[in-house]
């Protein structure tokens, strides 16, 4: 048998990586620092997803099983790689749970991290029980209890999602955009006024970056089949008045100040680069980009590289990414690592 | 005015007391100018469904606020003061008594329907425009203008007769307007008639104001007409949730018995 091929992380990208190696009959090692394959969407519990609607329990746990019954696929699930040293087609890397891996290449799909809505104290999350994240209210979904107040279980009658939460600020060091929020939200406003069709969803924004395809499905269909509202404002603080969250910021249409009671607010949060990201980039020798992403070694001509010959890079370790673009980059890494290991076939 | 350009203290929002002491000194007059809070502490949910219940305000809910409209219009380029966007805006977030301090000036567009083929949504400003002024009189927030008379009175009568007589079009306008029939230029103008028509006309004139004239087999249609104006009406004043407002007035106002109340 060929030298495995290594990927790291067993999300969207690692599923698809893995599974596009072992179509072609190449053998892989996927270490996965959780107990369980999936990624974001399966340890986090996302309910519908964008664009095809279908359930992350299906979808993403599909390309789980895929996975995990090819022969042609070492799973290694609770472990890291703590020591990683070699050439391209020579590397040899050493686990967490003792185990050493001779591999041919490696692909990093080591992901994103949600952001901590607990760094922006002014808007509620960690004080009030009813401020919580997109994250939380995919829980609610996936789970089937609903969307409901964790605070006494009501239904809300009116709930406000504030987008760019860990995005796009300079206070606190996160200057991008997390690309998938302004979607994310959309859908989920929609799959609130399905479930509760008494309650208001309002959106407030300081830009709508549902982009490509997704504007007609998610923002118009959200404004003209559900009739979400959107408002533009950056809001300053929740607060409560005991009985409701009170949502204080300035209507920059109307230039006026507003202070609107609601039952529910909800992050939009954005993604972080992976937490460990400096740990990763030590142990793989690779650089990370000015964000603490990791750095593509070509923009262009292979855009799965790095900075390091026969490391690769797929899905959210580069920045934010959707799921569906993770997995086709997860098929981009893997064709190029099969191509550094088999020019010669490739030639023939 | 453009919204960047509004002064944030509205002429409005400032409370002066005549008689004002406070700890035992005297701030009468101008030492005891407030201005009042011009903060927005609640929406109005109704109001985007009650616009768009009216015929023209069916798509208000798509607006992203890109100020197409504003660019287009016609009425904008005049007075800086019309800005569809900035209505269709409130409307939608449910900001009523921000709309009711311009309503004096929402019912000035012309129809041109610039907006109309502006709007990257197909929101239909025009329509949305035309909701809103109607949204105003039914809601009893503008008094009828004497345009919107004349055309009730003449609708009326086509709809009674199939055809109008002018004798009785301008009565009844100049009665439901409150202004005397007792006009300089009116009875110029009779004088006139009288003077230089032949009689066959003036007979026939005559007879006419005499005897209403009616389309023969007008019955059937009127029926028709009236059922549906009473439908259309109907459908909106329940959109706008009048005809429970009536009720509760009429609860408040008078004796009426829990029987008649049921029927009802």
Known sequence: MNKPILIVGGGPAGLAAAHALARVGQNSVVVEKEDRLGGAPILSGYAKLVPSGEWARDAIGG????????????????????????????????????????????ILCTGFTHFDSVNKPEWGFGTFPDVVTTT??????????????????????????????????????????????????????????????????????????????????????????????????????VTSNG????????????????????????????????VDNKTIASTFGIDLERHGYVARGNAYGNTAETSRAGVFVAGAACGPETIDDSIAQGHAAALAALGLLQPARARA | MPIHEQSLIRPENLTTHDQLVVDG????????????????????EAMQDEIAALPGGENVHRCWQCGSCTNSCTVNAINPEFNPRHWIYLVRIGMESEILRDKDIIWQCVSCNKCTYACPRDVVPEGVMKALSHWLELKGHVKPSPSMVFDEVFSEQVFQHGKIEEGRVMQRFFKRTGQSLNQPWLIEMMRRMLRHLPVGMLTKLGLATLVAPRTSGWSGARAAIEEYVHEQEHKRRRALGLDALIEAAKRDAGPVTAGEGARS
């Open chain 1, 63 to 106: 390309m789980v099983d895929r996975v995990r019954n090819d022969p042609l696929v070492d799973v290694q699930t609770s472990a890291r790689v703590e020591s990683f040293a070699g050439q391209p087609g020579a590397f040899s890397a050493r686990l967490s749970n003792g185990a050493s891996v001779d591999a041919a290449a490696a």
């Open chain 1, 243 to 274: 009985e409701q969250l009170v949502v204080k910021g300035e209507d920059t249409l109307v230039k006026r100040p507003i202070t609107i009671p609601f039952d529910m607010v909800v992050h939009a949060i954005g993604m972080d680069p992976n």
């Open chain 1, 136 to 237: 939380q209210v995919e829980q609610m979904i996936s789970s089937g209890k609903g969307v409901r107040c964790p605070s006494d279980g009501r239904k809300p009658k009116r709930v406000a999602i504030l987008l760019c939460v860990g995005s796009r600020d300079r206070q606190i060091g996160r200057e991008w955009c997390s690309k998938i929020c302004c979607t994310v939200s959309a859908n989920m406003a929609m799959e609130i006024r399905e479930e509760l069709p008494d309650c208001h969803v309002y959106i407030y924004y300081m830009d709508i970056r549902t982009y490509g395809l997704y504007e007609t499905r998610y923002y118009w269909r959200s404004q003209e089949e559900f009739k979400v509202k959107y408002i533009k404002a950056r809001i300053a603080e």
């Open chain 2, 25 to 44: 000194v005297d701030v009468s007059g101008h030492w005891s100018t407030f201005i009042q809070s011009r903060v927005v502490t609640d929406y109005n």
